[in-house]
């Protein structure tokens, strides 16, 4: 009974605060409904400018595929590479694409005429994607054979049949927002009674530190869970993307996720004195795990020492898990481990924030 009123207490804290229920309600609509367009690592509108010192009839084949590419923004033609590169230097093009002379007429005699491709590197990826996709128009080209032998190779995509990114981004969408509602909300809630001077009140009170914290906890998970079948809603009605797998797994998924985080604000909160040193460290851990989790790039290009994080880090079992699970159809089997790995963080986080929190302080 104590316990069923500690919790009704933290959801009448909850309502009364005249901020608190408008971002748990904005917040999920806002990530689910913007960040999936602008999440997108695919590379376009890249703007291309070329330097053509040939005016052959194959440069300007060139010329017209670079205008007919959808990832490409035709700045037109130079008159030399040094003017060219000044606009590189700029910022006004992104790539620029020097044809030599006498090209047509080394294509025509069997040769395979070099070509020059210059890429602004200020922003690495879209300067080396850039080049790499100019890379393959003038390759196709020089060499028809490669282009033919690439023209007969049939790609089956299983999982992610039109390649659009906001399928395999919006799974990990929804452990950002468990990560943030079910992270900062406990880590500023113990404090936050701290500096109100209400904390003292519960101190005095014979409810013992597992009733107090499980009440801390348990609003989270259920507010995550809400927010999750949200997200479900908004994946289906703004994008058409539905889970191919169980929804009961990907529940799972964010209780265990959920316990780990809030379990993790409930620690900090318990050592911090303020609301803003909770939130800082708060902060700290959020965007290390998020970042060291493979939910922007692959875990395995990370240095060595840097992809041994990830076996302590319960953000990367749950995105693997949940892409399992939402994209592929993955069943209980398929992320037995993740969910093992997931729960054992959970509940280790779990005995750290009952047993750090003391009545005496």
């Not at 009674?193 to 409810?207: H, Y």
Request: hydrophobic fraction near 50%; charge should be positive; include cysteine.
């Amino acid at each position: 009974m104590t316990l069923s009123f500690l919790i009704q207490k933290e959801f009448l804290q909850i309502r009364r605060n005249s901020f608190m229920p408008k971002i748990i309600l904005l917040f999920p609509i806002m990530i689910m409904c913007v960040m999936p367009w602008v999440m997108n690592m695919e590379v376009k509108n890249i703007v291309v400018e070329v330097v053509d010192n040939d005016r052959s009839t194959q440069s300007q084949q060139i010329v017209h595929r670079i205008e007919a590419s959808r990832y490409f923004v035709f700045a037109g033609q130079s008159e030399s590479y040094a003017t060219a590169l000044k606009h590189i230097e700029t910022r006004g093009v992104d790539v620029v694409l020097v044809i030599p002379p006498r090209y047509g007429r080394d294509l025509a005699m069997g040769k395979k005429p070099q070509v020059l491709v210059a890429a602004n590197s200020v922003n690495g990826t879209k300067g080396s994607i850039g080049a790499s996709y100019l890379s393959q128009i003038v390759t196709a080209q020089v060499e028809p054979s490669m282009s033919a032998l690439q023209a007969k190779v049939a790609t089956l995509n299983l999982y992610n049949k039109h390649q659009d990114y906001k399928v395999y981004m919006i799974p990990a969408l929804m452990g950002i927002l468990v990560m943030m509602l079910c992270g900062f909300l406990p880590a500023l809630n113990i404090v936050g009674e701290k500096e109100r001077g209400t904390i003292e009140q519960i101190n005095v009170t014979p409810v013992s530190k597992w009733a107090f914290i499980l009440s801390k906890l348990i609003p989270y998970w259920i507010i995550a869970l809400i927010v999750l079948s949200v997200c479900f809603v908004l994946s289906w009605a703004v994008y058409g993307i539905t889970c191919q797998g169980s929804l009961w797994l990907v529940y799972l998924l964010a209780a265990l996720l959920a316990l780990f985080f809030s379990s993790l604000g409930l620690v900090i909160s318990n050592y911090s004195d303020t609301m803003l040193q909770a939130m800082l460290v708060m902060w700290f851990f959020v965007v290390c795990l998020m970042l060291l989790s493979g939910l922007f790039t692959p875990t395995r290009s990370m240095p060595d020492w840097a992809y041994l994080t990830t076996y302590i880090n319960p953000m990367h079992y749950f995105i693997d898990a949940i892409r399992t699970v939402f994209v592929r159809g993955g069943g209980f089997a398929d992320i037995s481990r993740q969910i093992a790995m997931l729960a054992g963080c959970g509940s280790v986080m779990a005995v750290w924030a009952i047993r750090s929190y003391s009545k005496h302080k």
